[in-house]
Structure formats: C-alpha cells, structure tokens
C-alpha cells in the first residue's frame, strides 16, 4: 500500500500526485458528480426500501458504485458486480489484519525479517495475499476502463480525463501511467470503507438519539437542513452557532488533510438527508419491546465502525412510500 498518496513519504512525488488528485476532487471539480451520487442514493434507499436487514452490504455496494462510476466509468448497481464482491472482500481482509494482535509479529516485530518459508511465519503469506488483492482492487476497474476507451464505449470519468490530458500532452511524465494507477486507485480503495464507517455511525446515532433524528427531519421539512454530531456530547445545535469551528477534524489538517473530503462531504450528506427525508430509523422490536444496540458497540480496526445490530427502518409516510415505488434509476 506504500504506492497510496496517504502512505507516501512527503517528497516531490508526494506533491506531483496529491496535486493531480485535487485536480479531480477539488471544491468545485466534486460539483460535477453530484448526479453520479444521487444516482446511487437512489438506488440504496430502494434497497433499503426492499430488503432492510441487509444493511451493511446495502450501504457498501451504493458507495462503491458511486466510486466507481466517478473514477472509471463503471456502471456497478448489482451488489453481485464482480469488481464490488473484490473490493467488499479486500476491504473486510484489509480492516481484519490491521487489528492490533492479529498475526504474531504484532508483538514481536523482529519476526518481520524471517522468509515467508520458516515455521510460523504464515503472517507472510497471508499478507502478501493480501497485498495482490489489493492491486488487483486497483488494477482490475482500471484495466476495464481503457478497454472502454479503446473501444470507444467508455463513460466520462476520471480515468478517461486523465488519458486524454496525458496523450494530449507531449511534455507528459515518463511514468504517467503510475500516476493514473495511483490517482484512481486512492479514490477508489480509500473512499470506500471510510465513508462506509460514518454512515454506519450515522444509522446507529440516530437509532441512540431518536429526538436528533426527529430535529432532523422536522428541518428537512422546512427545507432547511441543519446537523452536526459531536463526539462527547450529542447536541448537533452547537454548530449553528458561527463562532463554533466546523467539526472537520475527521478529515486530517495541513498537507496531509484529506484530498476527498469535499467528494466525501457531498456523497454523505446527500445520503444522510436522503434516508431521514423518507425513512423513520427504530429500534428493533424484539419479544420483550423495541430493544436498542449497546453504546460503545464497536468493532476494531483500521476503521471504526458499530458492530452489526438490528433496527428497523420504515417509511414515515405514504407520500414516502409512493417516492420509493416510484425510484428509478
């Protein structure tokens, strides 16, 4: 994963490649995918809509498709899509090995010099696995985009922008096609499980707070739409006061601040107001009354995320149920 700009050592190169990933998902370049993730919203609150229980999957399979039409041209909406099943499988090995203890030389890391051959060192294996499966994450979606370009069948992307200016361009970088492999494979295999935590932190929040959630959707009646959590104490209110500094700090500071918050920030927040526009998010109702998920109900790893729990989630009203007949997308 060293090849990642988030692992790169600050350097020239560090520079160059963050320099032509902001060209694609700057402030006002993330304007242009906006229907790309209305699209895919479209197509998780019908899921959601139809088959609740599957959650997890629902929410994973809508990032990625949204990732991957933006990045490559990739139309993904079947949650069976060969390239989402990958990057689903990839994500959920990457976020298992990194979980502190998990392999031995965790504890005792001289066991890194040992060959992948010797007794006990079946960490090696497994993580070279791991690592071919990564660029295989990267490199598949890619290759599938240049045959479309070849072909001349390909959707608009971030692939196809950056092979033309490449090819238009005769003082291009020798190793130009490293940088497209690296531009398209951060947006890609960074975006996904990330963006995926904070929604699953978003449903399980407004399961915990259901009077946040009521705010909520009473300001998105008004269209006037308002939210912020806070880690310590849950009262999104306090960033509606000016002197209060946006709660970005998720997101990094300086030069290693983020370079996909703005396309993070539009893709969560089209979804987080899109669910609570049409669906009221309850606690499951088990035999002995509505039963709600612990607090502090976390899994480790790279990412945190809530562990799996059940909720129900039901349209708050007809006029709902006629939008989420009608989707189409």
Known sequence: MGWTVALQQYGEKW???????????????????????????????????????????????????????????????????????????????????????????????????????FPGAKFRRELNQLGKQVLEMRNKPLEIAKTSLKNGDARSSVVS??????????????????????????????????????????VYTMLLHPEVQRRVQEELDKVVITSKPDADKFNPERFLDERMPAPDFAFGYGRRECPGRYFADN???????????????LPFEGENGPELPPKNHFDSGIIL?????????IPRSPDAIRILEELDY
């Not at 994973?60 to 899509?81: F, N, Q």
């Not at 298992?96 to 010099?113: H, Q, R, S, W």
């Not at 995320?305 to 989630?313: A, C, D, N, T, V």
């Open 267 to 281: 893709g969560l927040f089209i979804i987080m107001v899109s669910i609570l526009h049409v669906f009221n998010i």
């Open 15 to 117: 520079r160059r490649d963050r320099t032509y990933f902001h060209q694609f998902f700057n402030q006002t370049a993330v304007e242009n995918y906006h229907e790309v993730q209305m699209k895919y919203t479209k197509v998780l609150l019908k899921r959601f809509y139809q088959s609740p229980d599957d959650y997890r999957s629902h929410l994973r399979c809508s990032l990625g498709g949204s990732i991957l039409e933006v990045t490559y041209g990739i139309e993904a909406i079947s949650e069976k899509d060969t390239l989402l099943v990958l990057s689903e499988n990839t994500v959920q090995r990457c976020a298992e090995a990194g979980i502190p203890g998990t392999y031995l030389v965790d504890i005792f890391p001289i066991l890194k010099y040992i060959p992948s051959w």
């Open 161 to 202: 922008a950056l092979i033309e200016n490449f090819e238009n361009n005769p003082d291009r970088p020798d190793d130009y096609e490293e940088i497209i492999e690296q531009v398209t494979g951060v947006a890609y295999i960074a975006a996904i499980d990330t963006t995926n935590g904070v929604l699953l932190h978003f």
């Open 305 to 313: 995320q809530p562990k799996p729990f059940k909720f129900r989630i």
